[in-house]
């Protein structure tokens, strides 16, 4: 089966954690921001990244993005930024492009200039946090494709008290990547090597279908 070819642009916490995951699970992922130090951190977590403006048109060109199945916008502050590499990806013939909105006047703009699939990570998080876990189920959080998604679980049994580092989820599991680990009212928004997982506690994480699959057929 032939690679799927995202091109990620914005490497915040969002757009960093998918591209390293998408990379993880085994896609070709080329990872583009304005900022070098952020493109520093995932150069090594992803096929290409590239410190560029993707909001000149002659860059994106440049880049071959017309020739890639997925482009993922995931800046959703910068309103202008967002909307100009929008319609720049669909003018250039990307065959998907889905775009993050901060709001709903936001992703209603998004869709005017062609995004074809507009996700709003702060409000479903929100939504999802609200109505907690039920007997340990995984609630899938985002779709960000066909293939891939963010969603809440709970950590097996076997898992707890261990560190994340211990666990090496992202290599035995074939690409997990634990964005947050929350215990009681506590969430710790950046976890580390050396965070130790514990009974009861909630993680979101980004991972493939097949990947969040596997954990359910482990409960």
Same mark, same amino acid.
């Given at each position: 089966m032939r690679k799927k070819q ?15 995951? !998408? ?28 410190? /560029?403006? /993707? &909001?000149? #048109? $002659? %860059? ?13 916008v995931t800046i959703g502050s910068?309103? #202008? ?7 720049? &990806? ?49 609630? $899938?959080?985002?779709? %960000? ?6 969603a809440e679980i709970q950590p ?7 560190? !994340? ?24 928004? &950046? ?11 909630? &993680? ?14 482990? #409960?």
């Open positions: 995202f091109v990620v642009v914005g490497l915040g916490r969002f757009g960093q954690s998918l591209a390293e995951t !998408l990379y993880a699970g085994g896609e070709d992922v080329l990872a583009i921001d304005l900022n070098q130090d952020l493109v520093e951190d995932v150069r090594d977590a992803v096929t290409h990244a590239v410190t /560029a403006d /993707a &909001m000149d #048109r $002659d %860059v994106l060109i440049a880049l071959g993005v017309r020739d890639f199945d997925v482009g993922v910068d309103i #202008r930024a967002s909307g100009m590499i929008t319609m720049l &990806m669909k003018e250039l013939g990307v065959r998907q492009v889905i775009a993050k909105a901060h709001d709903e006047v936001h992703g209603r703009m998004l869709e005017k200039l062609g995004a074809d699939k507009v996700i709003y990570p702060e409000r479903d998080m929100g939504r999802r946090i609200a109505h907690n876990l039920v007997n340990g189920n995984i609630m $899938d959080f985002i779709e %960000v494709s066909p293939d891939y998604s963010m097996l049994a076997e898992w707890c008290g261990k560190t !994340l580092a211990d666990l090496n989820l992202r290599e035995r599991l074939g690409g997990i990547n634990v964005i947050a680990v929350r215990t009681g009212e506590h969430v710790n928004a &950046m976890p580390g090597a050396n965070t130790v997982l514990k009974r009861g506690d909630t &993680m979101l994480v980004m991972a493939g279908e097949d990947t969040l699959r596997k954990i359910r057929i482990s #409960r």
